[in-house]
C-alpha cells in the first residue's frame, strides 16, 4: 500500500531521502486563489533547519525551498502544488558498520525485514529529513487556515522531567527549545547540556494550539477530528503518544469534572472549561483545540551499544555525527504542520455536510 | 468527505444509530477460503453487550449478528461480508429535554452545528452502539490472524487512579471490569461503587498486546504502523490519548535506556527490552505490540449540569437512564477489534513490498 | 484491495450475492437535511425489476427495499444511509454442470483464478442482483440531484443493430425495451423474439442523458468527469464500452467540425453544437452531458456450448432457466444509477476549489 | 478533491503544467528491489517528445527526466520514486487573445468556471505535457510487468477513417504515425498532409494489447479491471470513447457469437475466441486484454474560429503556433503507460486475493 499521501479533500504526497538528491512534497486539492510565494514556505523550513544552536546538528542545510508547479502570477492555480527542497549535503562518506548494523531505536532492522534492503545513507526515508515535505505542505496550510481565522501553534510543553511552568507564548521564539516559559527553558538547557556530556540523548513534549475552528468541523466515527490529528502526529517519527485535551488525565478523573459545562456568553455557546481539548465526539465544539505529543529522545547516541547486524552477528556500535540531543525544539513546527494539514483538510469537508449549504452554493 | 470507512486492503464500513433498525458492518477485500460463521462473531460481540454486571447498564440488547454475504458454505468467498445486528430495545420514549439539550461532555453540541439536527435518541450515531461494527469485523479479523499465529488481546490496564499491578491475563475474564489482576479489580470495583453513589462516572486505560507479528509489517511515513493504530483507537469514542510502547513517559527518559538493543538468540534478532512498544520507524520490530489508550469517564451522568439548548438557552440537565458509570471494561473488545483490523490490514500490505514477493507469488 | 466502494465525498458501498440474505448499499458522506422515504428508491429499485414483459426473466423478486439507517423522521441525517433488499427467492436447487463449468461470457473461470472457489448459486457477486445497491444509491443522488436543478435521464438507443431514430423521450416508458421512439421499439421486439426463438441472445446502447449542470464540475487530470463515468459505467457488468459526446466518431472528423464553437447568448457562454457532450479537459462546459454504453448480448443462453468445467475437462453445457434475452433494458436505470452518483459526487467535490468559495461558507 | 492521484496499491501523483518549472510524478507505494535507471524511463519519454516527424510540433522538448528519490545504487528501495522534467521551454511570450479566450475544443471555460482563473500559458495543466508523468511511471510499471512476463504494446489503429488492415507490429515504429502496417500508415499520411493544409486536424484510435496477464486479475464490482482500464484511459485528454475486446461490435452481435468457448489445450484453459478481450465479469481471463480508444482531434487549429473571452465579448480567434496535426501518434505511449500502471496494480492486488495465498507467504 502506498503510504506516503495524507488527507482526502488536500492531500499531500512526500518524498526524498536524506541523501538523495531532493526531498519534496506534492499538494493536490489546494484550492485556488490564495497568493503564495516561496518565501511564505521558507519561514517554517527555517523553523525547523538544523545548526541553529547548540542542542540542534551542525549540519548546513541551506533547505531553500522552490515552488515548482500550481502557483501562477504569486497565485494558486488549484492544480497540484509542487514543492522541492535540494539536498546539498549529500556528500558520500564511509558510513563504517553503520552501513549494515540494526541501529537500536532506529527502524534499521524493519525495513530490512520490510524491503530486503535499505539506503542506508542519513536513514534514507526514516531520516528527520522526510519532515521537510511535511513542513512545507503545512505552512501553505497554515496560510489558507489563516485566511479563515485559524491559527495553529505549538510549543514545547516539556523536555525530559521539565515542563513549562508560567506559560508565556511570546517567550517561545527567545530560546532555543521553544518554550514559551524562560525558566523552564533555562533548566531544560542545563538537563541537556548534562545529557550531551554523558553522549546521551532526551526526549520531551509537544503541544499544539488550535484556535478559531468553529463548532461542527469533524466526523462522528473513522474520520474524528481527534482521530485525524492523532494519526497525523503518530505519523511523525519519534512520536510515541498523544493526547486531546486532557489526554490521560482524563482516565483518572470523574465524569462530574471531565464533562465541560455549556451556557451562553454575548449570544454564543461557550463551555466553562475545555477539558475536552476543543473536540467532543470526533467534532469541534468551538473551543481551542489541543493535541499533545510524546517525543521519544533522540535514538542516535555516541555511546556504545550492543547491537546486531545485517549479517546476524552481534556486534557493538557507536554513533558518531551530528544528531540532535533532542528533537523536540525542531519536531515543533513539525507538529504545527501536521495540525494545520488535518485541519484544513477537515474544514473543507465541511463545506458539503448539509443539503443547505450546497443548494446556497449552487443557489437553488 | 465520507468517514465511515477504515483500511486500505480490508477496509470496513460501518452504520447505524443507536435506534434505528439495525446497526451492521461491510467487511470488503476480505480474502477467500477462511472458514466463518457467525458464532465466530456472535463470541465478539457478546463480550461488548451490556446487562452483563453491575457496571454495565442493563439494557437487554440481545445483539445477535446475521451474516447477509460473503460467506457461503461457511466459507469467506472473497466478496463483501455484510454482518447486521438488529435493534431490538428501540421502542420509543419521551426523551424530554435531553432531545435538545447539548448534553456536556458529548458530542451533540457538535452534531447541530454539523449537520443542522441530530437524531437524539440514544445519541444516534455517536452512541457506544455504533462499535458493534467495528467489533463484529474486528472478530472477522482476528481469526485471520490466529490463522498467521497473531493473537490480540486487550485488558483493562487502570480504572481512575487503580492500576493493574500483578499482571495474570488468565484473570482478565474472572472480573466484571476485564482487569488482569484480582486484587486490582476488587479495589476498582470499590471505587465505582463510590462513584455511582455520587451519581458520577469512571474513566480509565486500556492495553492491548499484538503477538506474533513478524518484524517487517507497517509503513515508513503517513501509513506507520503505529500511526494507523492510534488513529484506529482514537476514533473510538471517549479515547483522549493513545501511547505505543512506553508512550509519554518515554519523553522523560534518555536515549541510552529507551534504546532497545539488539541480539541474537536461537538464530533470530531480538531485542533485551521493548520501550518501542514492538514499533520502530512506523514497522514491527518483531516483538510484541503494545498499545494503549485513555478513556475518559462516561459523559452521562445523573447528576444536575448546566448546559445550553438548541434554543441557545441556559438549562440544566440531568441524565437519568440506563449508562454504564464507566465505559472501559466494555471498550476493551472494541480496542481489540481496531488493532486486529489495523494489523490484519498492514500484514496484507506487506505481501507487495518487494519485486522477490511477487515474482515468487507470479513464479517467475 | 477493497473494490466494493465508489466515490468520494458521497461514497457508496454495495454488498450481496445472487441468492443471499440479502443485498444492499451503504451510502457514506451522504449530506444531512434531505427527505427521503423508502418509497423514493422503491420506485427506482421497481425499474429494475425483472418479470415485467416477455423480455425481461420471469422470476419474481419483490426486491422491496428498507431504509437501515442514515434517515430520522424521513430526513437524512448525514450519518451512513444503510439500504436492504432481502433476497426472497434464495430457494437451494440443483445447478447441475453449472455449479462446476465455467460458461462462456460469464466471469466463473476468472472468479476461480482468483479467489480458489466460487458461490454458484446464480452468479453469486457477478449476479445482475448485484446492481440492486447501485439503483438503490443512485435513486437517493438522483433526489440530491433534483434539488439541485439537475436531471438525470437513460434510455435505450439501439437492440442489436436496430437504433432510435425520431428521439422522443415522452415514449421511453411505453414500450418494455425503454426506447425513445415508438418505431424502433417495435423493430426491436421483432429482432429479439428471433433471438429467442434461436435460443440466442442480444445487445446494445444504453445512453444516458444529464441536464443542469453548470460549467465548471469535474477535475483536470484522474478524476476528469468524463473519466469518472467512464470507469463507473464500465464497472456495471456487461458493458464492453464507454463513448462521451461524439465518442468514436469523434475519432474521425476533423477539427473544424468537432470542436463547440462558444457565442454569448442572453448574457450566457453557450456551444453551437455539443460534440464534446457537454466536459472538454475532464470539466463540465454547462452543456447537456452524454455518456453512452455497450452492452454486450447476455451470456446466458439455452443453445449447447463447449466450455470447460473446474476439474479441467471439455463439456457441453446448456443454460436454461430464466434469463433476459437482452440486458439493455434493464441496464437503463443502472446507467441512470451510476451517472447520478458520479455527478453528484463531482458536484460536492466543486464547492471547495476555490478560496474565495471557502472564505463565503465561513464568512471571511 | 485531489484529483492527481491514481492506483491503490502503486499509486502516482502527477503534477506541473506546460510551462511552470517543471513537470513530474511520485510513484509511492513500488516495491523495493527492481534495477531502474533514468535509461529505462528516458526510452518511454522519448518516444511522446515532440518534434520527430511533421505530424508533430517543432517544439524541442529536451525532456530529460531526472531520479530525485526512491532509487539507490540503482535499485528501487520501496519508498517514493519521484521523477521530474525540467521545462526548458519555458520563455514568456505575448499570448495575445489567447490568455483570455475560451478555445473551442479546449478546457479554457470550464478551468475559469472551476477555479475563478487559469494558467493559459501552454494550456497549464490541461497541457498534453501533463502525460510526462504518466509515460514516466508507465516505463517504472511497464519493466515491473516485464518481469512478470506481461507486456503492453499500444499502436495506432486509425487515423480519420484510415484503419490498419495487415497487422504487422514490427513495422509500428517504421513510420511516424506509430501505424503497425505501413500501407495504411501511406494513406494516412496523405490524409494528414491534407488536413495541414486546410489548417484542421485530425483524431484517430489507439488500440493497446496486454499479453501475459494470468486469469484471476481484477475485481468483480467497481474495480472491475476493464473499468479501471476505462477511466485510466478516459483520463487522457482528447480521449472520448474507449472499447474493451469487442467494444461496441459486441452491442449488434448476439450472445451464440460473442461468448467465447473454453476448452483445454495442452492442459491449460484457453479461449477459442476472444471477444471479450481478455476481461470477463471484470477479471483476466488468461486471453490477450485489448483496450481501445478514440482521440479527438487537436482541438488548437489555425483557422479562424469564432468563441468567447472571459469579459464575455463574442469574438473569433486563430491560433497560430506549434500545434500537432494529430494527437494520436504521440498519445500511443501514453495509452500504453496508463494500462501498464493500471495492470500493475491490480496484478499486486491479486497477491492478497485468498487466505493460501496469505497462509503461503507468511508460512503458517
Same mark, same amino acid.
Given at each position: 500500500?502506498?503510504?506516503?499521501?495524507?488527507?482526502?479533500?488536500?492531500?499531500?504526497?512526500?518524498?526524498?531521502?536524506?541523501?538523495?538528491?531532493?526531498?519534496?512534497?506534492?499538494?493536490?486539492?489546494?484550492?485556488?486563489?490564495?497568493?503564495?510565494?516561496?518565501?511564505?514556505?521558507?519561514?517554517?523550513?527555517?523553523?525547523?533547519?538544523?545548526?541553529? *544552536?547548540?542542542?540542534?546538528?551542525?549540519?548546513?542545510?541551506?533547505?531553500?525551498?522552490?515552488?515548482?508547479?500550481?502557483?501562477?502570477?504569486?497565485?494558486?492555480?488549484?492544480?497540484?502544488?509542487?514543492?522541492?527542497?535540494?539536498?546539498?549535503?549529500?556528500?558520500?562518506?564511509?558510513?563504517?558498520?553503520?552501513?549494515?548494523?540494526?541501529?537500536?531505536?532506529?527502524?534499521?532492522?524493519?525495513?530490512?525485514?520490510?524491503?530486503?534492503?535499505?539506503?542506508?545513507?542519513?536513514?534514507?526515508?526514516?531520516?528527520?529529513?522526510?519532515?521537510?515535505?511535511?513542513?512545507?505542505?503545512?505552512?501553505?496550510?497554515?496560510?489558507?487556515?489563516?485566511?479563515?481565522?485559524?491559527?495553529?501553534?505549538?510549543?514545547?510543553?516539556?523536555?525530559?522531567?521539565?515542563?513549562?511552568?508560567?506559560?508565556?507564548?511570546?517567550?517561545?521564539?527567545?530560546?532555543?527549545?521553544?518554550?514559551?516559559?524562560?525558566?523552564?527553558?533555562?533548566?531544560?538547557?542545563?538537563?541537556?547540556?548534562?545529557?550531551?556530556?554523558?553522549?546521551?540523548?532526551?526526549?520531551?513534549?509537544?503541544?499544539?494550539?488550535?484556535?478559531?475552528?468553529?463548532?461542527?468541523?469533524?466526523?462522528?466515527?473513522?474520520?474524528?477530528?481527534?482521530?485525524?490529528?492523532?494519526?497525523?502526529?503518530?505519523?511523525?517519527?519519534?512520536?510515541?503518544?498523544?493526547?486531546?485535551?486532557?489526554?490521560?488525565?482524563?482516565?483518572?478523573?470523574?465524569?462530574?469534572?471531565?464533562?465541560?459545562?455549556?451556557?451562553?456568553?454575548?449570544? *454564543?455557546?461557550?463551555?466553562?472549561?475545555?477539558?475536552?481539548?476543543?473536540?467532543?465526539?470526533?467534532?469541534?465544539?468551538?473551543?481551542?483545540?489541543?493535541?499533545?505529543?510524546?517525543?521519544?529522545?533522540?535514538? *542516535?547516541?555516541?555511546?556504545?551499544?550492543?547491537?546486531?547486524?545485517?549479517?546476524?552477528?552481534?556486534?557493538?556500535?557507536?554513533?558518531?555525527?551530528?544528531?540532535?540531543?533532542?528533537?523536540?525544539?525542531?519536531?515543533?513546527?513539525?507538529?504545527?504542520?501536521?495540525?494545520?494539514?488535518?485541519?484544513?483538510?477537515?474544514?473543507? *469537508?465541511?463545506?458539503?455536510?448539509?443539503?443547505?449549504?450546497?443548494?446556497?452554493?449552487?443557489?437553488?
Amino acid at each position: 500500500m502506498a503510504g506516503s499521501t495524507f488527507g482526502n479533500n488536500i492531500s499531500i504526497t512526500t518524498w526524498g531521502e536524506s541523501h538523495g538528491k531532493a526531498l519534496g512534497v506534492v499538494i493536490d486539492g489546494f484550492p485556488a486563489g490564495m497568493k503564495l510565494t516561496e518565501e511564505d514556505i521558507q519561514i517554517y523550513l527555517d523553523r525547523r533547519k538544523p545548526g541553529q *544552536s547548540k542542542f540542534t546538528t551542525a549540519r548546513q542545510e541551506g533547505d531553500k525551498v522552490s515552488i515548482l508547479s500550481g502557483v501562477f502570477n504569486d497565485v494558486t492555480t488549484g492544480t497540484p502544488i509542487s514543492l522541492m527542497v535540494e539536498n546539498t549535503d549529500q556528500h558520500s562518506k564511509d558510513y563504517g558498520n553503520i552501513a549494515t548494523a540494526f541501529r537500536p531505536g532506529h527502524g534499521d532492522y524493519g525495513y530490512i525485514e520490510k524491503y530486503g534492503f535499505r539506503d542506508y545513507r542519513g536513514g534514507g526515508r526514516s531520516s528527520g529529513r522526510e519532515t521537510i515535505g511535511r513542513v512545507a505542505a503545512g505552512a501553505v496550510c497554515a496560510k489558507l487556515l489563516q485566511e479563515l481565522g485559524v491559527t495553529v501553534c505549538a510549543y514545547t510543553k516539556s523536555i525530559g522531567d521539565i515542563k513549562i511552568y508560567d506559560f508565556d507564548l511570546s517567550e517561545r521564539d527567545n530560546n532555543p527549545l521553544c518554550m514559551p516559559d524562560p525558566t523552564a527553558a533555562k533548566k531544560a538547557e542545563e538537563y541537556l547540556e548534562a545529557c550531551m556530556l554523558n553522549h546521551d540523548s532526551a526526549g520531551g513534549i509537544v503541544e499544539c494550539l488550535i484556535s478559531g475552528v468553529p463548532a461542527g468541523v469533524g466526523d462522528p466515527v473513522f474520520e474524528k477530528l481527534d482521530a485525524k490529528l492523532a494519526g497525523a502526529l503518530t505519523s511523525i517519527g519519534a512520536v510515541k503518544g498523544v493526547e486531546i485535551g486532557d489526554g490521560f488525565v482524563a482516565s483518572k478523573t470523574v465524569g462530574s469534572i471531565n464533562n465541560d459545562k455549556f451556557k451562553m456568553e454575548n449570544g *454564543s455557546v461557550v463551555k466553562l472549561t475545555n477539558h475536552s481539548g476543543g473536540i467532543l465526539g470526533g467534532i469541534s465544539d468551538g473551543d481551542d483545540i489541543i493535541a499533545r505529543c510524546a517525543i521519544k529522545p533522540t535514538p *542516535s547516541i555516541a555511546q556504545a551499544q550492543k547491537t546486531v547486524n545485517e549479517a546476524h552477528e552481534d556486534i557493538n556500535i557507536e554513533i558518531h555525527g551530528r544528531h540532535d540531543p533532542v528533537i523536540v525544539p525542531r519536531a515543533v513546527v513539525v507538529v504545527e504542520a501536521m495540525c494545520a494539514i488535518t485541519v484544513c483538510d477537515a474544514m473543507l *469537508s465541511h463545506m458539503t455536510d448539509r443539503i443547505d449549504f450546497i443548494k446556497e452554493f449552487y443557489k437553488k
